[in-house]
C-alpha cells in the first residue's frame, strides 16, 4: 500500500476509505512471510531503477531518556473515538479513549481493545479532526492499562 485517504462517501459512491497500492512483482519480499503486517517503501536506486525496502517508521518501546524520535511526543490527553476497519462484525466497533502522548505522526492511546500489529483504524475528535492510523503495537503499562501505539497514515495530527 503506498497511502490511505479517508473519503466523503456522499462524494465516493459509498467509499470510505481510498487506497493506493503499488504491484512490485509476482513474490511479495521475504520478510513479507514471516510478518504479513510489514509495512514497506519505495527506495530509489540508480539509473531510475527502485526497489522495496521495510518501512522504517515504527513506533518502539524507548526509554524516555534515550528518546531518539524525529519527533516529540506530547503529554497531552485528547480525547478519541477509534473505529476499528474490517473483522467479520456487521456493526464498526467503536471505542471511546483518551491519548497517553501524541506526535505529528503517531500517537498511544489507553485501550480496552486487543487488535493486533498492522489492523487499521480511524481516530475521531469531537471537534472534528479526522485520521487514519495503522496499529504498530499493543503493549500492557506497569499500571495495568493497555495502549496501542499508532502511527498515521495519510496526513500528520494537527498539533
Known amino acids: 500500500m503506498r497511502n490511505l485517504r479517508a473519503v ?16 512490485v512483482g509476482k513474490r511479495p519480499p521475504e520478510s513479507f512471510k514471516n510478518d504479513p503486517a510489514t509495512r514497506y517503501d519505495i527506495a530509489n536506486l540508480q539509473a531510475g531503477m527502485w526497489a522495496v525496502q521495510e518501512e522504517t517508521a515504527e513506533i518502539v518501546e524507548i526509554d524516555e531518556r534515550e528518546d531518539k524520535r524525529e519527533q516529540s511526543r506530547h503529554t497531552i490527553p485528547i480525547n478519541l473515538m477509534i ?18 502522548n501524541i506526535s505529528r505522526n503517531g500517537a498511544a492511546v ?3 481493545l486487543n487488535l493486533e500489529r498492522g489492523r ?12 487514519l492510523a ?18 498515521f497514515v495519510g ?5
Open 134 to 151: 495503522v496499529v504498530r503495537r499493543r503493549s500492557v503499562g506497569p499500571d495495568g492499562i493497555a495502549r496501542l501505539h499508532l502511527q
Open 120 to 131: 487499521f483504524v480511524r481516530l475521531s475528535t469531537p471537534d472534528g479532526v479526522t485520521i
Open 110 to 112: 489507553f485501550t480496552t
Open 83 to 100: 473505529e476499528i476497519f474490517g473483522g467479520d462484525q456487521a456493526i464498526p466497533q467503536v471505542e471511546n479513549t483518551v491519548t497517553e
Open 8 to 23: 466523503d462517501p456522499k462524494t465516493h459512491n459509498g467509499a470510505v476509505i481510498e487506497v493506493g497500492v503499488a504491484f
Open 155 to 159: 496526513s500528520e495530527w494537527p498539533l
